[in-house]
């Protein structure tokens, strides 16, 4: 039975000088959230892969809905064409938020901030308080050296085996799309599997 996903949550880089690769993945992944009728909720930032994502969306006549704090607001640096823009005090309130709004995680390529907001979300997982569905997006190749982090971790038994599942990787748009309908909620019975 597929998951009933009306929202997905996309972390993304907000840099521009990277790879055209990324770029057309972001805008492939738009197109297929708006066509299954997804909305997309990210962090409305108007540059770098994150706008993209949300062009294409609302391109397919999608829906976006963006959260970001006042200070980046203040500065600018939001889309200014999103379907809904909701501002909230910290980031910590839109990493939460936008988690709270979303029935399935996708990660895209990004830096320190994009890296920050998947491990946490993973975190959360694995403690039980997030249960949907968390896909890597892995683009040329690009979290591999994450993945190996990952798997070492759970070598050497600072994760448990069961905590390998927490997440799903996929090499394009359309396989991270089936998987987020397809890859099991998660067991919050697994949460005693959270410390060793």
Not at 56 to 79: C, D, K, S
Not at 84 to 100: F, T
Request: hydrophobic share 45%.
């Amino acid at each position: 039975m597929k998951n009933k996903i009306d929202s997905v949550c996309v972390y993304s880089a907000s840099s521009t000088k990277i790879d055209p690769i990324y770029f057309e993945t972001a805008e492939n992944l738009g197109k297929l959230l708006a066509e299954n009728q997804i909305r997309l909720i990210n962090g409305a930032g108007r540059i770098g892969l994150m706008r993209t994502v949300a062009d294409a969306v609302l391109q397919h006549n999608g829906r976006v809905t963006g959260v970001i704090p006042h200070f980046m607001v203040e500065q600018q640096w939001h889309h200014e064409a999103l379907t809904e823009l909701i501002q909230v005090d910290s980031m910590h309130e839109r990493k939460q938020l936008m988690a709270d709004l979303s029935h399935a995680v996708i990660a895209l390529p990004g830096g320190c901030g994009t890296l920050e907001e998947l491990l946490e979300i993973i975190t959360w997982k694995q403690l039980g308080l997030y249960l949907n569905p968390i896909v890597i997006l892995n683009t040329k190749g690009f979290f591999d050296p994450l993945l190996e982090m990952l798997e070492k971790a759970i070598q050497e038994n600072f994760m448990r085996q069961q905590h390998g599942t927490i997440w799903t990787v996929a090499s394009t748009p359309q396989e991270a799309i089936d998987q987020i309908y397809n890859t099991p909620l998660w067991d919050v019975s697994i949460r005693k599997f959270a410390a060793i």
